[in-house]
């Protein structure tokens, strides 16, 4: 394709503009009367010269080499890539939403202060939590935040717990917030049936322990049946229990985390409640707090007074602000018109659709890839490429090939405690035909990799870039272009 030649990527030419302006009729300023010098460029900044139509062309071209939920399935496990609801964009586009200033008087945006106290009303209620936070800006964020109150909350008592349990089947995130949180992190194994081992749990449970932090159902899409146990074992302690909450596509309308004994969850607002994502933000990750951590909540606090809305900072004991202005609005006004648009009734029904959607494509799927917890699982499953890799066929292969049929690949290699795993999350949003298409195409795989395992390992065939080198990409990232160095790839074969 003409537009990936290397030539036609560069289209600045000295002097092209995309914009005409009249003659500026005002003196021109002196920068150096305005900023101090050291702050000056000694020379232009080096910006690509391009029309408008070209720079058009340039951002559309790019991104349509991406693959987003509106191309096609994205089975992407611990993602929940489903349907981002157009009626959400048409709201967070109103011009009260998205012409307003956070440096506003309250009094003039008392519509934005409503939908931001509802929204933390409702989503209270999803948790079974006491109250709510809208600053965190994502998922990760809002597990430090969490992580934060639960330290503000031991050392108020005068404690200072220094670790922090999380089991095996952890998402990454877990460790990487308690660690920047300060604490250390002790990995409860899980047991045969991929759930917390509670004999193990016990030995590590102690005076010292901070918080558990735990999601469920679990990362293997399973529930943990005895976690009204588990969350005593640590209370008894004197530790509190936090959740991640980023996929809670399994327990909406069903159970909270509340209900099973947390005191503090985040959730991913970008994930379960439908805010567009996966290319790199931005994010909504509110943090949900039972009544013993309301004291350290951040601040400013958006609340009701009467029926006027106002920002609160007036807690001494909070952790203070942790993101500039109120969180990520324009995410925050898409998840609460999919919350009211679903209802409480719609949003029991998510659930109920993602659980049966993903035991559905994992019994489709049972008789090809080994299964290494074979139980009914809820909104997500894994599958194991271990037999294939007998066969000499890697899960990463197998990912590769399914881009030749256009599908994003599943999460792949997470959990860690899966053999090479495949981790698979449908959504409720998908067609029973969706499902059927991608089942298909996975068994059909399976049999390449038994009859024609060449044409597994070489795919991609079908896209515009085969296999990348992972690691070059992740120790020397280009990610600015650079015209001579591209010629220089051009030069040396990197780049055809
Ligand atoms: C995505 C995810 C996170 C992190 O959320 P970010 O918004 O990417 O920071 C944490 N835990 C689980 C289980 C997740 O799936």
Known sequence: MAEYNHLIFEVSRPGRVGYSLPKSDVESVNLEDKFPKHLIRDEAAGLPEVAELDLVRHYTALSNKNHGIDNGFYPLGSCTMKYNPKVNEVVARLAGFS????????????????????????????????????????????????????????????????????????????????????????????????????????????????????????????????????AAVVHEAGGLLYYDGANSNAILGKTTPGDMGFDVVHLNLHKTFTGPHGGGGPGSGPVGVKEVLLPYLPVPRVEKDGDKFLLNSNYPLSIGRVKGYYGNFGINVRAYSYIRTMGPVGLREVSEGAVLHANYLRKRLDPYFESPYPQICKHEFVLSGSRQKKLGVRTLDMAKRLLDFGYHPPTIYFPLNVEECLMIEPTETESKETMDAFADVMIQIAKEVEENPGVVLDAPHTTIIGRLDEVQAARQPIVRYIKEKEEEQVKDGVKA
């Open 99 to 230: 012409r307003i200033h956070p440096y506003q008087p309250t009094e003039t945006v008392q519509g934005a202060l409503e939908l931001m106290y509802n929204l933390q009303e409702e989503l209270a209620v999803i948790t079974g939590m006491d109250a709510v936070t809208l600053q965190p800006s994502a998922g990760a964020q809002g597990e430090w935040t969490g992580l934060m109150m639960v330290r503000a909350y031991h050392e108020q008592k005068g404690e200072t717990r220094k670790k922090v349990l999380v089991p095996d089947s952890a998402h990454g995130t877990n460790p990487a917030s308690a660690s920047v949180a300060g604490y250390k992190t002790v990995t409860i194994p899980s047991n045969e049936n991929g759930l917390v081992d509670l004999e193990e749990l016990k030995k590590h449970v102690d005076k010292d322990t901070a918080a558990l932090m735990l999601t469920n159902p679990n990362t293997l899409g399973l529930f943990e049946k005895e976690i009204t146990e588990i």
